[in-house]
């Protein structure tokens, strides 16, 4: 634990925390630290999601759905005011597993990012 770079994360669940311990097992000390470095960039806090939720009941609807990559549906969200409040509503509720999904995306796409840039400095 004293050498677990995952540690230095704030605001982590334990689903994350064992996630994330599965993504960086095969790593060297170095590439999790980059790893963890990389992640903690990309990473969205679920209360910030909910913030940003929060948000579409004073008319900036889908910013929720931008900061997660999910332009398609921002742009839908804004145009019909969070699809009429019921998708804001249903974001209200599950900010949480918004959050979750996209940060099991950043967590496999900062692996691979990671495994190209170890890649490049062995040849």
């Known amino acids: 634990m004293e ?5 230095n994360l704030k605001g982590m669940s ?11 097992a095969g790593m060297d000390p170095r590439q999790s630290q980059n790893f963890v470095i990389f992640y903690s960039d990309r990473r969205k ?6 913030l940003f939720t929060l948000l579409g009941f004073l008319g ?12 398609g549906m921002g742009i839908l969200y804004f145009l019909t005011f969070g699809l009429c409040f019921i ?24 692996a691979q ?11």
């Open 3 to 7: 050498n677990d770079p995952l540690v």
């Open 14 to 24: 334990l689903e994350e925390y064992s996630y994330l311990k599965q993504v960086v």
């Open 45 to 50: 806090d679920p209360q910030e999601i909910l």
């Open 60 to 71: 900036v609807a889908g910013i929720q759905r931008f900061i997660t990559g999910q332009m």
């Open 87 to 110: 998708g804001t509503i249903v974001d209200l509720i599950n900010h949480k597993s918004i959050a979750s999904e996209f940060n099991r995306k950043a967590a496999y796409e900062s």
């Open 113 to 123: 990012l990671i495994k190209i840039m170890t890649e490049q400095t062995e040849a």
